[in-house]
């Protein structure tokens, strides 16, 4: 939606679906880099606007957006309509700039599709009981169209953005990374929360709660590129149980370089303490990621943490300001970390994934500060430095390179 052109390809994108049968609800974002100049605007007004006022301006973006998108459809002879999220209505609750969907009205929808128009839908945004708008945070439009094909029972909900799809890592990183042509739902979920931006991780979670295929795939592409060929491109995200686990262990390697690290030392092993440490910062609103709590010694315990790099000042003032309280003998960090990660729900029927893993890096020279697992994915937290070479070093040595 970058330019008047742009929209342009993407109506004749549409009309193409639309001319093949199926009934078409489109979820586009707003016109590339809108949502910043609105929200520049504003603070150069104040410092910290309101969260109300914030969403009432967000949301004029996406629906310069469907408008225009409802007019280059209209110029290639199609019946088009376009609705605010309010107008459908799609309801969410009352969290300004972060708010979450909770239902969608789907009759005024079903009756213009029915009537054979072409529906186009606001994305990134809704409104609450109260009648106020309500955005759903940055990258919000993917949950939205996710959403919206829940709602409608759709066959498939396709994403279009800047990429082909999901790849086994970033192509930036590792020229051989190769892209995969089907993902799980969990996959993508523990990829997404692990450093990926392919789609935003509650798009994710919505089309996993509610098994909704959703196929990520480039907007670059011709639009007249033929149907059967768009259709079986990009990446699917799709059932466990549709995918073979036997065929490959690993499936990607994510990494994240928005960390750091926090270590309070010496804190009284006792009852409660991790609360005492981890509730003020909570109480901060900062998230908290990799955990360790070392043994007691004579008492005494280290528990270390990490949190977004953003937040890395901010989190050692609300420490240093309990410091008496909890006991610490003293507090240190790392901002200058990254976390690497290799996900696939292969893991659950492969052994020596992690001692793998762990050798690679080592043979790298590379020192593991942390490490965190789940059922598919295995993190480990190192020195920034060294990120890029443990991915590479990685993705070679599980193969990710070939074609499965």
């Known amino acids: 939606m970058g330019s008047t052109e742009r929209i342009k ?19 586009p974002s707003a016109m590339s880099g809108e949502t910043n100049r609105l929200l520049g605007l504003a603070n150069e007004l104040m410092a910290q606007p309101d969260p109300r006022e914030l969403d009432m301006l967000a949301s004029t973006g996406e629906q310069v957006s469907v408008a225009l998108l409802s007019i280059a459809l209209h110029a290639i002879g199609k019946q088009a309509v376009s609705y605010a999220g309010w107008q459908v209505a799609i309801k969410t609750d009352s969290a300004y700039t972060k708010a979450r969907i909770q239902s969608i009205d789907d009759a005024k929808v079903r009756r213009d599709l029915d009537a054979g128009k072409i529906v186009i839908i606001t994305g ?14 940055r990258g919000g439009s993917d949950t939205s169209a996710v959403a919206v094909a829940v709602a409608m ?3 498939e909900c396709l994403i279009y953005t800047d990429v082909d799809g999901v790849y086994t890592t970033d192509p ?3 020229s051989e990374a190769r892209r995969l042509k089907t993902v799980t739902f969990e996959e993508m979920l523990e990829m997404a929360s692990l450093g990926s931006k392919v ?7 919505f089309a ?23 259709a079986a491109s990009g990446t699917l995200i799709s059932f466990e149980e549709d995918t073979n686990m036997e065929q490959a262990a690993i499936t990607g390697i994510a990494f994240n370089r928005d960390e750091a690290k926090i270590t309070v030392l010496g804190v009284p092993d006792r009852p409660g303490i991790a609360y005492q440490i981890l509730g003020p910062i909570a109480d901060a609103n900062v998230e908290v990621d990799m955990i360790i709590q070392n043994q007691s010694v004579d008492g005494k315990t280290d528990f270390t943490f990490t949190v977004p790099r953003g937040e890395f000042a901010k989190s050692m003032d609300v420490l240093r300001g309990v410091k008496e309280h909890i006991g610490a003998a003293s507090i240190v960090g790392d901002a200058k970390v990254s976390k690497v990660s290799v996900v696939g729900v292969g893991m659950r029927s ?6 793998t893993m762990f050798r690679t890096l ?7 500060k942390m490490i965190s697992t789940s059922e598919i994915k295995i993190s480990v937290l190192i020195d920034e430095k060294y990120m890029e070479l443990a991915v590479r070093a990685l993705h070679k040595v599980f193969d990710l390179e070939k074609e499965v």
């Open 9 to 27: 390809n993407v109506a004749r994108r549409v009309a193409k679906w639309h001319d093949a049968g199926y009934q078409i609800v489109v979820v």
């Open 124 to 137: 990134f945004q809704g409104v609450d009981d109260v009648g106020n708008i309500a955005t759903l945070g």
């Open 153 to 155: 029972k759709a066959q």
């Open 172 to 174: 930036r990183v590792v």
């Open 199 to 205: 789609l935003q991780i509650r798009s994710v979670e």
């Open 208 to 230: 996993g709660n509610y098994k909704m295929p959703t196929r990520v795939l480039s907007s670059l592409t011709d639009p007249m590129i033929p149907l059967e060929v768009e």
């Open 350 to 355: 492969h052994v020596g994934i992690a001692s």
């Open 362 to 368: 080592s043979e790298e020279g590379i020192n593991i």
